[in-house]
T-cell receptor, first 113, second 113 residues
Framework: DQQVKQNSPSLSVQEGRISILNCDYT??????FLWYKKYPAEGPTFLIS?????DKNEDGRFTVFLNKSAKHLSLHIVPSQPGDSAVYFCAASGAFSGNQFYFGTGTSLTVIP | EAQVTQNPRYLITVTGKKLTVTCSQNMNHEYMSWYRQDPGLGLRQIYYSMNVEATDKGDVPEGYKVSRKEKRNFPLILESPSPNQTSLYFC????????????FGQGTRLTVV
């Protein structure tokens, strides 16, 4: 059973606009969340993370929001650039899961110039 | 340069022929893990290791073996590969497990015929 879900397989956005990628999780015991970006023929690379004690974390153009009551997190990219076109994975872990990460299925973002 | 190196990048093999995919990291990380990526299923953890001689099953360990005899190396062994193990495999490492970012290798595309 998928504990971390990304319900949008793909998203297209115009350059300069905001990209919003969503992620839902089922287990309220998750307390650490990460976003990874993946280009074709490369491994995923870490983008940004957030602990459950926060509801927002910002790094340049990237902001992650966490809504614990809704078990939902989102990644905002502002402004979007063509180089942001990639597959984005969210991941979650928690003390209950030991050292195991659970990944979502990914969202393919295309930023149109 | 800090990196996780997997070999080979591409491999085609026949059912039942034992194979090993190597993984090495140069960051002195304690934690290493293996994932497989399949369409619609995202990244699923196969095995992970907290330290030398310490390995644990992830979500999909059946048909795989691992060993951690040295800190830097974490090979994935398929004793008797089957077509359902055709997938894209990633090795990852991090300082420790659940609450730190992971660094991924470039991936190994395995086809079992």
């Amino acid at each position: 059973d998928q504990q971390v879900k990304q319900n949008s397989p793909s998203l297209s956005v115009q350059e300069g606009r905001i990209s919003i990628l969503n992620c839902d999780y089922t287990n309220s015991m998750f307390d650490y969340f990460l976003w990874y970006k993946k280009y074709p023929a490369e491994g995923p690379t870490f983008l940004i993370s957030i602990s459950s004690i926060k509801d927002k974390n910002e790094d340049g153009r990237f902001t992650v929001f966490l809504n614990k009551s809704a078990k939902h997190l989102s990644l905002h990219i502002v402004p979007s650039q063509p180089g942001d076109s990639a597959v984005y994975f969210c991941a979650a872990s928690g003390a209950f899961s030991g050292n195991q990460f659970y990944f979502g299925t990914g969202t393919s973002l295309t930023v149109i110039p | 340069e800090a990196q996780v190196t997997q070999n080979p990048r591409y491999l085609i093999t026949v059912t039942g022929k034992k194979l090993t995919v190597t993984c090495s990291q140069n960051m002195n990380h304690e934690y290493m893990s293996w994932y497989r990526q399949d369409p619609g299923l995202g990244l699923r953890q196969i095995y992970y290791s907290m330290n030398v001689e310490a390995t644990d099953k992830g979500d999909v360990p059946e048909g795989y073996k691992v060993s951690r005899k040295e800190k830097r190396n974490f090979p994935l062994i398929l004793e008797s590969p089957s077509p359902n193990q055709t997938s894209l495999y990633f090795c990852a490492s991090s300082f420790w497990g659940g609450q730190t970012e992971a660094f991924f290798g470039q991936g190994t595309r395995l086809t079992v015929v």
